[in-house]
């Protein structure tokens, strides 16, 4: 099977007694587990408003959307974005009919302050963030760029489950973001099958996404069960051409199950992280290593390098069973957003020479060691390396 760049452990008894007691209630739709995990989530992260919806695009979608309705946005107004990262991010953007505005990263891999400062025009409406694989980088300088120019800031924290500030805070709270959203898809670092959570500290926000994400529909089943006041309680009114972006119970007990694990899971990372970095400190002229902000205690997503040859690179740790991956191909590349192509150096530059390497509970030293010692042999034996940091 080879050492796969991730796998997903799950606590399996603790999920199947959550998932059990769904059964048993006969309940495994919206409500009951996904409330009882929005309270967790709220309380985990600092989060004032929380709803379980079934995945981060869905989160992204409405958050977009429901932004562009709120402030009166026009049609081809602008968004600035990262091309280097997940499609989804980005689809957000014109999914809305507004156009995204791509800015450079810097050497966290997040977006530079620099590059989103000169992007501003007078249509700029909003940033979306990216934490790159857990990393914070220069968020709060974006914060206080967002604040400057009256711009909204959504934050895409699929990647940051568990990042925390070394302050204790978590990126995007206390007024930081407008909206921040979570993955809680099968390789993220707090897995389920799919879901995601929008937070926000803006209680009208939380108000219409929760309408929204069920069909525009204001009042949700559970709330309809337990409410024993009204007399008409099969009654409801119909508010916007909605989605169906709501999560549900199943999933949420698995997410229940897990966020007890996270912090461990993630310290467990960051060792990971530390075992690979300490090897590749000895080559800086052949691996290239991605700076975590010094702010910021990382979920640790993702452990990546650059390298000159990253396709040879990727051939040869497969013919060792050894399979990698590359976050991000730069969206500029694709069709959709090829309008992008040339503007954003840096980003272009990592897309060519980017690696991610394998990072999950089950890699142990030893793993690590072999790893490392095939990239290093390739780096230096197979290839001469020019200067890439
Ligand atoms: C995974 C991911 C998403 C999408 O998350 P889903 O929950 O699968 O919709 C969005 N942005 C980034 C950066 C991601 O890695």
Known sequence: MGIQLFKAS????????????????????????????????????????????????????????????????????????????????????????????????????????????????????????????????????????????????????????????????????????????????????????????????????????????????????????????GTYKWKYDVEYIGDKYNGNAIMAGIALAQLPHLDRDNAYRRALAKWYTDIFEKYPDQVGLVKISNDCITSQHLFQILVKDRDGLMVYLNSNEVYPGVHYIVNTDYRMYAYGKGTCPNAEFASEHIISLPMHMNITFEDVQLITALVVKYVMDIRNGEKLA
């Open 10 to 229: 799950f606590d399996v008894e603790a999920c199947l007694a959550q998932v059990r007691e769904c059964l048993e209630k006969g309940w495994t739709g919206m409500g009951f587990k996904t409330v009882e995990f929005e309270e967790a989530w709220k309380k985990y992260t600092g989060h004032k408003y929380a709803y379980y919806i079934n995945s981060n695009t869905a989160g992204l979608y409405m958050a977009v959307d429901t932004l562009k309705e709120k402030f009166g946005w026009a049609d081809g107004d602008e968004v600035i974005s990262t091309p280097l990262t997940f499609i989804s991010t980005n689809h957000a953007i014109p999914k809305s009919n507004l156009k995204a505005v791509f800015a450079d990263v810097d050497e966290t891999l997040c977006l530079d302050p620099k590059s989103v400062e000169e992007r501003i025009t007078d249509k700029t409406r909003a940033v979306i963030f990216v934490g790159f694989g857990g990393n914070a980088g220069r968020l709060k300088d974006i914060v206080k760029i967002c604040k400057t120019h009256r711009l909204k800031l959504i934050l895409d924290a699929a990647h940051m489950a568990g990042t925390r500030y070394k302050d204790g805070t978590v990126p995007g709270t206390n007024g930081d973001a407008d909206v921040t959203v979570y993955s809680f898809q099968a390789v993220k670092n707090l897995p389920t099958g799919d879901s995601g959570i929008i937070c926000t500290d803006d209680s009208e926000l939380d108000e219409i996404f929760r309408k929204k994400a069920w069909l525009g529909i204001n009042k949700d089943t559970y709330a309809r069960a337990v409410n024993s006041e």
